[in-house]
């Protein structure tokens, strides 16, 4: 197999699979990655079986998504072995490279194939870029104007940015989201846009912020304004809606002349949805303001869905066996779980609530399930342990600072950075043990990504890659 061989050596050559009745480009797999699959030699060209896109991205691509390679904020095994547990803006330990941002924005690092991507804008919103930043030196390779906008909604808020959504990697190209004002696909080489859609709008009112993630050859987008709320889903090649949902939501807010209140302030939310499986049918689920909902991933169509009396939903959901956990959002958020089985359909508010805690969970911040556990911060800095199967606190402790950002875990610990600069490095287990605290000379609301051993967080000003310089 020496043509093979050659091939994983390079690490920049491209695979050839066929599914789904129609070729695909994938780029190519890691060598020892590459040597465990079955492997058809067809007319000289490679096949590649039995694999999905979604899997093939999730796989070789690091950090591919806002909540990380499996969306649900845990960094992969062959990514975490050797992350840093301290580090020092002051004497410089642990950190490998820092690169500059110009302008504002709050989203994810997203990593693969040595290149980094995240977004900036302009304070008003009038300009919209793209970073690509390479992953071993810092150096910027592309850093371009994607998007113009004559009259952008002012934020109405001193949180959110004009780019805070992440960006979405796969395996053809890179997705840049910046809700209402534009999506594009680039090409991960050139950063030449590949299509773009500017028609597919809503008044956010305080700010994008839900992230796109991708499924096969679906990229689905959130789109929760004070006009219309809805996801829709395109095709990955060509930018064309597949699907589009609206929310059958029941806001409840209309005022004695029927119209929404507060210019319907009140059904906004800013939540990145996840997705499961239930029975071998794949369901998006995606909490929004007053509901949360699951939907057939290749259709659209509602499956279920259940009321709560929140809104500003930001977090996206996580599972634990078969259950959806869910963050209702804003201040008085709730976490709740949801049974997920064949029955599970209709309105089950009444019905397949497993657990609900009313008190004391995170707003802003994801929670990350862990084992048989779930962590997580709230915005003044309490970080709780919960069991999973009940919703039963097992310990608390408290940290300095305000936190926006959400954690991510190796399985082992919990990395958790705040506004003012510090990342607490606890252990992801009951004891929430503090194992370090690390200062950085500026604040972060972006959460944190990892690749290769390194961690790469992003403050208000720069970009740090942190870890050992090997």
């Given at each position: 197999?020496?043509?093979?061989?050659?091939?994983?050596?390079?690490?920049?050559?491209?695979?050839?699979?066929?599914?789904?009745?129609?070729?695909?480009?994938?780029?190519?797999?890691?060598?020892?990655?590459?040597?465990?699959?079955?492997?058809?030699?067809?007319?000289?060209?490679?096949?590649?079986?039995?694999?999905?896109?979604?899997?093939?991205?999730?796989?070789?691509?690091?950090?591919?998504?806002?909540?990380?390679?499996?969306?649900?904020?845990?960094?992969?095994?062959?990514?975490?072995?050797?992350?840093?547990?301290?580090?020092?803006?002051?004497?410089?330990?642990?950190?490998?490279?820092?690169?500059?941002?110009?302008?504002?924005?709050?989203?994810?690092?997203?990593?693969?194939?040595?290149?980094?991507?995240?977004?900036?804008?302009?304070?008003?919103?009038?300009?919209?870029?793209?970073?690509?930043?390479?992953?071993?030196?810092?150096?910027?390779?592309?850093?371009?104007?994607?998007?113009?906008?004559?009259?952008?909604?002012?934020?109405?808020?001193?949180?959110?940015?004009?780019?805070?959504?992440?960006?979405?990697?796969?395996?053809?190209?890179?997705?840049?989201?910046?809700?209402?004002?534009?999506?594009?696909?680039?090409?991960?080489?050139?950063?030449?846009?590949?299509?773009?859609?500017?028609?597919?709008?809503?008044?956010?009112?305080?700010?994008?912020?839900?992230?796109?993630?991708?499924?096969?050859?679906?990229?689905?987008?959130?789109?929760?304004?004070?006009?219309?709320?809805?996801?829709?889903?395109?095709?990955?090649?060509?930018?064309?809606?597949?699907?589009?949902?609206?929310?059958?939501?029941?806001?409840?807010?209309?005022?004695?002349?029927?119209q929404p209140k507060l210019e319907g302030d009140l059904r906004k939310s800013y939540s990145t949805p996840a997705f499961t499986t239930v029975n071998g049918r794949t369901q998006v689920v995606s909490?929004?303001?007053?509901?949360?909902?699951?939907?057939?991933?290749?259709?659209?169509?509602?499956?279920?869905?259940?009321?709560?009396?929140?809104?500003?939903?930001?977090?996206?959901?996580?599972?634990?066996?078969?259950?959806?956990?869910?963050?209702?959002?804003?201040?008085?958020?709730?976490?709740?779980?949801?049974?997920?089985?064949?029955?599970?359909?209709?309105?089950?508010?009444?019905?397949?609530?497993?657990?609900?805690?009313?008190?004391?969970?995170?707003?802003?911040?994801?929670?990350?399930?862990?084992?048989?556990?779930?962590?997580?911060?709230?915005?003044?800095?309490?970080?709780?342990?919960?069991?999973?199967?009940?919703?039963?606190?097992?310990?608390?402790?408290?940290?300095?600072?305000?936190?926006?950002?959400?954690?991510?875990?190796?399985?082992?610990?919990?990395?958790?950075?705040?506004?003012?600069?510090?990342?607490?490095?606890?252990?992801?287990?009951?004891?929430?043990?503090?194992?370090?605290?690390?200062?950085?000379?500026?604040?972060?609301?972006?959460?944190?990504?990892?690749?290769?051993?390194?961690?790469?967080?992003?403050?208000?000003?720069?970009?740090?890659?942190?870890?050992?310089?090997?």
């Amino acid at each position: 197999m020496p043509g093979l061989m050659a091939i994983c050596q390079e690490c920049a050559r491209v695979l050839v699979t066929w599914a789904s009745g129609r070729v695909r480009q994938l780029t190519c797999l890691r060598r020892e990655k590459l040597q465990r699959m079955p492997i058809l030699l067809f007319t000289g060209v490679m096949v590649v079986a039995g694999i999905n896109r979604s899997q093939v991205s999730a796989a070789e691509l690091n950090w591919p998504f806002r909540a990380g390679p499996t969306l649900n904020s845990h960094i992969a095994a062959s990514d975490a072995e050797g992350l840093p547990k301290e580090w020092d803006e002051a004497s410089g330990k642990g950190i490998v490279w820092k690169c500059p941002l110009e302008n504002a924005g709050h989203s994810t690092p997203i990593i693969g194939d040595g290149r980094i991507w995240l977004t900036a804008a302009t304070e008003e919103g009038h300009r919209q870029y793209v970073y690509c930043i390479d992953q071993a030196t810092g150096k910027v390779i592309h850093h371009i104007l994607l998007f113009e906008n004559a009259e952008p909604e002012p934020l109405k808020n001193a949180i959110n940015t004009y780019a805070s959504p992440s960006c979405a990697l796969d395996s053809t190209g890179v997705y840049v989201h910046f809700g209402t004002y534009g999506t594009a696909k680039l090409d991960r080489n050139t950063a030449h846009v590949i299509w773009q859609r500017r028609d597919i709008n809503c008044r956010h009112f305080r700010g994008p912020g839900s992230s796109p993630i991708i499924f096969e050859n679906l990229l689905i987008l959130t789109f929760d304004g004070i006009d219309h709320q809805f996801l829709t889903a395109l095709d990955c090649e060509t930018g064309k809606t597949v699907w589009r949902t609206e929310r059958t939501t029941d806001y409840g807010d209309l005022d004695e002349n029927g119209q929404p209140k507060l210019e319907g302030d009140l059904r906004k939310s800013y939540s990145t949805p996840a997705f499961t499986t239930v029975n071998g049918r794949t369901q998006v689920v995606s909490v929004g303001s007053r509901a949360a909902f699951a939907y057939d991933i290749r259709t659209g169509e509602e499956l279920w869905t259940i009321r709560h009396d929140d809104f500003n939903a930001s977090a996206p959901p996580c599972f634990y066996k078969d259950f959806a956990i869910l963050n209702t959002g804003s201040r008085n958020a709730n976490l709740l779980a949801v049974r997920l089985a064949d029955d599970t359909r209709g309105d089950v508010s009444e019905s397949h609530v497993v657990w609900n805690r009313t008190k004391g969970n995170s707003d802003l911040a994801a929670p990350v399930c862990v084992g048989d556990h779930i962590l997580m911060v709230t915005n003044n800095g309490v970080v709780s342990c919960l069991e999973a199967g009940t919703g039963e606190e097992l310990h608390k402790i408290r940290l300095d600072g305000t936190f926006t950002a959400s954690p991510v875990s190796d399985g082992k610990l919990l990395y958790v950075c705040n506004e003012e600069g510090d990342t607490y490095v606890i252990k992801a287990d009951p004891s929430l043990e503090i194992v370090s605290r690390n200062k950085l000379a500026d604040g972060m609301r972006a959460s944190p990504a990892a690749a290769n051993g390194q961690l790469f967080v992003r403050t208000f000003s720069t970009l740090y890659c942190l870890g050992s310089k090997e």
